[in-house]
């Protein structure tokens, strides 16, 4: 079974500038999170969608970043502009919904952001 | 709300030593509570969980944690370290309810000294 993919792995920008990032979850697992993982910190939630609706967006910065996921699989997760503090790995993860077994969520290996 | 509180940053053993890596939660309702583990340039790994049924819960790689109510811990645990245990360790907690966020500690980077 194929695991969460993101893509890219690595991303440099100049400040001001836009990037996006890109998360393809495990396939049928309805529930997908965007986390930021700040250097020397655990990852926080940005954004968490069932299907292709917002369950808890509550932790977005809204005036940089959004988020979608149009279709209730993949997901784009985007920062305009990008600020020198937007320096993180941003981490998806999904899950196959609720219940004892199906509430784990998977991780996939991040994209590294890195705002100069 | 809920909180996990990772009792040291670095926590260094000998190859062959105990572990224990210390959480500590804060939840107002019944919590799930998560063991993960991230190797340099991966994602999160789950290493072990406890759902409310068996209060000592066995993971993966010989790692195994005591959920204890009374002191609202979580603490994890491997008899004996090897080097390839050496990574980042994350507790996380989340409401039983299901299909909700994970909130994380701030980790804690394990060495193995040969």
């Known amino acids: 079974e194929a695991g969460v993919a993101q893509s890219p792995r690595y991303k440099i920008i100049e400040k001001r500038q836009s990037v996006a990032f890109w998360c393809n979850p495990i396939s049928g697992h309805a529930t997908l999170y965007w986390y930021q993982q700040i250097l020397g910190q655990g990852p926080k939630l940005l954004i968490q969608f069932q299907n292709n609706g917002v369950v808890d967006d509550s932790q977005l910065p809204k005036d940089r970043f959004s988020a979608e996921r149009l279709k209730g699989v993949d997901s784009t997760l985007k920062i305009q502009p990008a600020k020198l503090e937007d320096s993180a790995v941003y981490l998806c993860a999904s899950s196959a919904g609720p219940g004892v077994t199906k509430n784990i969520q998977y991780f996939g290996a991040g994209t590294r952001l890195s705002v100069l | ?114």
């Open chain 2, 1 to 114: 709300a809920q909180s996990v509180t990772q009792l040291g940053s670095h926590v260094s053993v000998s190859e062959g030593a105990l572990v224990l890596l210390r959480c500590n939660y804060s939840s107002s309702v019944p919590p799930y509570l998560f063991w993960y583990v991230q190797y340099p340039n991966q994602g999160l790994q789950l290493l072990l969980k406890y759902t409310s049924a068996a209060t000592l819960v066995k993971g993966i790689n010989g790692f195994e944690a005591e959920f204890k109510k009374s002191e609202t811990s979580f603490h994890l645990t491997k008899p004996s370290a090897h080097m390839s245990d050496a990574a980042e360790y994350f507790c996380a907690v989340t409401r039983n309810s299901g299909n909700t966020p994970l909130v994380f500690g701030k980790g804690t980077r394990l060495s193995v000294i040969a």
